[in-house]
C-alpha cells in the first residue's frame, strides 16, 4: 500500500516501523536480522521518510537483506494497521 494512501489515518514512517516490529516478534527466528540490516528503518527518520526515500533505501539493499525485506513486504503482517 503506497505511504500516501496511509497519511489521513497512520504517520508512516510509525507505521512502517510497527509492522516491521511485529513481523519480528512473529518470526523470531528473523527478528535479529532486521535490526542488523536495519530494515526496520532503511535509515530514514520520520521527518525524511517519503515514498522516494522509502524506495532509494530499498534499492541500496544487498540482496540478503532484499530478501528478507520482501519476505516480510509479501506477509500478511505488513498489511495490517493498529485498528486491525
Not at 10 to 15: A, D
Not at 39 to 49: E, F, P, R
Amino acid at each position: 500500500m503506497e505511504i500516501s494512501k496511509l497519511r489521513d489515518k497512520f504517520e508512516p514512517f510509525l507505521l512502517y516501523r510497527w509492522r516491521c516490529n511485529i513481523y519480528g516478534q512473529e518470526y523470531a527466528s528473523v527478528g535479529d536480522a532486521l535490526v542488523a540490516a536495519d530494515i526496520c528503518t532503511l535509515g530514514l527518520k520520520m521527518d525524511t521518510y517519503t515514498q522516494a526515500e522509502h524506495d532509494k533505501a530499498v534499492g541500496k539493499l544487498n540482496a540478503k537483506d532484499k530478501a528478507l525485506y520482501d519476505k516480510f513486504v509479501a506477509s500478511p503482517l505488513f498489511k495490517i494497521t493498529p485498528a486491525t
